[in-house]
């Protein structure tokens, strides 16, 4: 699932992918995924403190997470750069935060087949400052784990109507 790309210097980078298949409407979970402020219902671990929609592509704000015992506050900027509904998105990420900055490009490809929708996903995270330093090494079990996290957090909602785990409160 992960493997390294060429770093900048001072900067540890990593590119993961995968697939998974959910038992929705290619536009229903097309529509949840290009929204950030559904999004985050379902990130394992991550305390929305703020969460201000910019325009229709770009949300901003604080959030506390962490990678294992880092943990900290983080301000966010998160843009859509892509859309061709409803297949495909390209989003880029923006965080800084205990002396550390992220980011992260991810796309989003969903094919529908029968009563499944097939979403394949990447994306490459170069972190730098006191996170890549001590914890790139976690990261890739760390997004892994994260991963299976968030993709059984939304399976459960879109498939079941149920309702995510932990739901989080965001202020606009």
Not at 80 to 93: D, F, L, S
Not at 102 to 117: K, N, R, S, V, Y
Request: glycine share 8%.
């Amino acid at each position: 699932m992960a493997r390294k790309r060429l770093p900048a210097a001072g900067e540890e980078a990593v590119h993961f992918e995968g697939e998974y298949r959910i038992k929705a409407p290619q536009d229903r979970i097309y529509s949840v995924l290009v929204e950030p402020q559904r999004v985050v219902r379902y990130l394992p671990d991550v305390e929305v403190m703020t969460l201000e929609t910019i325009d229709a592509d770009t949300v901003r704000g604080k959030v506390k997470t962490g990678i294992s015992f880092l943990k900290g506050t983080f301000s966010v900027e998160a843009k859509i750069v892509e859309r061709v509904p409803p297949r495909h998105a390209r989003m880029k990420v923006h965080s800084q935060g205990m002396g550390s900055t992220f980011d992260i490009e991810t796309t989003m490809d969903l094919t529908a087949d029968g009563p499944e929708t097939r979403v394949g996903w990447a994306a490459d995270v170069a972190t730098r400052g006191t996170v890549a330093s001590i914890g790139a090494r976690l990261l890739p079990g760390l997004v892994e784990k994260k991963t299976k996290d968030f993709l059984e957090a939304l399976r459960a909602d879109l498939e079941g109507g149920g309702h995510a785990s932990k739901r989080r409160k965001a202020t606009r």
